[in-house]
C-alpha cells in the first residue's frame, strides 16, 4: 500500500469533492436513516412502538392504577461491513498521464472526471447496497444473502426481521387472475386487522408491476371510476394519484412505488440489474420511518495507514492508495452498517400471488 498516483488527490480535496458532491437518491435514508453507534453490533426492540395506552379515571384521593410494561423481544446481531474497491490500471495511469499533460479547458474536466470516477463508483456502491438490505427486508421481512446476490464471504444466508406471522398474510383472489382479482377488498382486510390492535396504517408499497395487477381488476376499477366520474367526470383509467385520492377518501393507505434498480456483479464481473423489492409482495407501514440504519465505527479510519488519503461521506470512509507490483490506483468505499426494524411489529406484509403466505 502506497500513497495515491493521482496529483489531484489529498486529504483536502477529497474532503471537498465529497461535500459538495450530490449524489443518486435512495429510498433507504428515508425508512431507515443513518444512526452512528461506538458498538459493532444490533439490537432491535421489536414491539417498542405501540399503540398508546390510555390512563384511566378515577376517583379524587385515590391511587393511580398500575399498568404493565410491555413485553418486548430482540433481535440482535453483529454490524457486518460493507466494503467495495475499484482499480486504475497501467493503461488508466497512461490515459490519467496523457490527459495530465494536456489539462487545459475540455481536457481539464476529462482529467478530473476520470481523477474522481472511482470516489463517485465506490460511494454509490455503498449506498446501492445499503438500499438493497433495506427493500430486500421490508418487501419480505428477510434477508437472504447468498453468492448469487451478494459477491463476498457470506456468513449468514437468512436474517429474519420477525414480523410476527399474523402481520403475514395472501389474498383472496390471486391478483394475476386479472378481473376477478379483489384488491381492495385486501387491502381493507389487513387495514382492519390492523385497526383491530390499534394500528392505523398510511402508506402501501409496492412494485409499479403489482399496481399494474390491479388496475384491471372489476372491482378496482368499479369504486375507483365512480368516485372519479361523480366527482371530476372522468371515465379514463385511474392512475397513482387518482387512486391515492380514492384511498384516502376511504380511509385507506396511500400508494407508494418502490422503482429502484440496482446492480449486482458477479465473480466473473457480469452485472445484473434488478429491484430489491420483491415482485408480488406489498407491505403496510404506519409510518414513512421504520427504524435506524446502525452504522459502526470502521478500523481503518480510527487506524489509517500513513499512506491512505481519507475522506468521509456522511458515514462511508472513502480512501484512496495505491500499489507498485503491478503498478496500480485504488479506491476504496466502506461503511459498518446494518437497518434495525424498530416498528416491526405494526407492519404488515402481503403477497398477491396466493391465497395465503409464501
Known amino acids: 500500500m502506497e500513497n495515491s498516483l493521482l496529483k489531484e488527490v489529498n486529504k483536502k480535496n477529497l474532503e471537498a469533492y465529497l461535500k459538495e458532491t450530490i449524489y443518486d437518491s435512495f429510498y433507504w435514508p428515508t425508512f431507515f436513516p443513518i444512526k452512528s453507534t461506538p458498538l459493532l453490533t444490533y439490537e432491535t426492540l421489536i414491539g417498542e412502538e405501540g399503540a398508546r395506552i390510555a390512563a384511566d379515571v378515577v376517583a379524587y384521593d385515590s391511587e393511580a392504577p398500575l399498568k404493565t410494561r410491555r413485553v ?87 436474517i429474519d426481521f420477525q414480523v410476527p406471522t399474523g402481520n403475514k398474510s395472501g389474498v383472496a383472489v390471486t391478483w394475476s387472475t386479472g378481473a376477478t382479482c379483489t384488491p381492495l377488498t385486501d387491502i381493507r382486510t389487513v387495514v382492519d386487522a390492523a385497526d383491530a390492535v390499534g394500528v392505523k396504517l398510511q402508506y402501501i408499497l409496492m412494485r409499479r408491476a403489482t399496481f399494474s395487477k390491479m388496475k384491471v381488476s372489476t372491482e378496482f376499477l368499479g369504486e375507483v371510476s365512480f368516485y372519479l366520474t361523480a366527482r371530476t367526470g372522468l371515465t379514463k383509467a385511474p392512475n397513482l394519484e387518482q387512486t391515492n385520492a380514492f384511498l384516502v377518501s376511504e380511509g385507506l393507505p396511500k400508494i407508494v412505488l418502490i422503482e429502484q ?55 462511508i470512509l472513502v480512501s484512496k492508495y495505491s500499489s507498485v507490483d503491478p503498478v496500480a490506483e485504488y479506491t476504496k468505499g466502506e461503511i459498518n452498517a446494518f437497518p434495525s426494524w424498530n416498528n416491526v411489529d405494526y407492519c404488515y406484509l402481503q403477497y398477491v400471488e396466493d391465497t395465503s403466505w409464501a
Open 261 to 315: 434498480s440496482v446492480g449486482i456483479e458477479n465473480d466473473d464481473h457480469t452485472i445484473s440489474y434488478a429491484n430489491p423489492w420483491k415482485n408480488n409482495y406489498i407491505t403496510y407501514i404506519p409510518q414513512v420511518q421504520l427504524g435506524r440504519t446502525l452504522a459502526g465505527p470502521i478500523a481503518e479510519e480510527t487506524n489509517p495507514p500513513k499512506q491512505v488519503v481519507q475522506a468521509k461521506k456522511g458515514n
Open 72 to 158: 418486548i423481544s430482540k433481535l440482535s446481531g453483529e454490524i457486518p461491513p460493507i466494503r467495495v474497491k475499484r482499480k486504475m490500471t497501467e493503461t488508466d495511469l497512461n490515459t490519467y498521464n496523457i490527459l495530465k499533460a494536456q489539462a487545459e479547458g475540455a481536457d481539464q474536466e476529462s482529467l478530473l472526471d476520470l481523477v474522481f470516477n472511482d470516489v463517485d463508483f465506490v460511494v454509490n456502491a455503498v449506498n446501492a447496497r445499503l438500499e438493497w438490505l433495506a427493500l430486500s427486508a421490508m418487501s419480505y421481512g428477510s434477508i437472504a444473502l447468498s453468492p448469487t446476490n451478494n459477491n463476498g464471504i457470506v456468513t449468514e444466508n437468512n
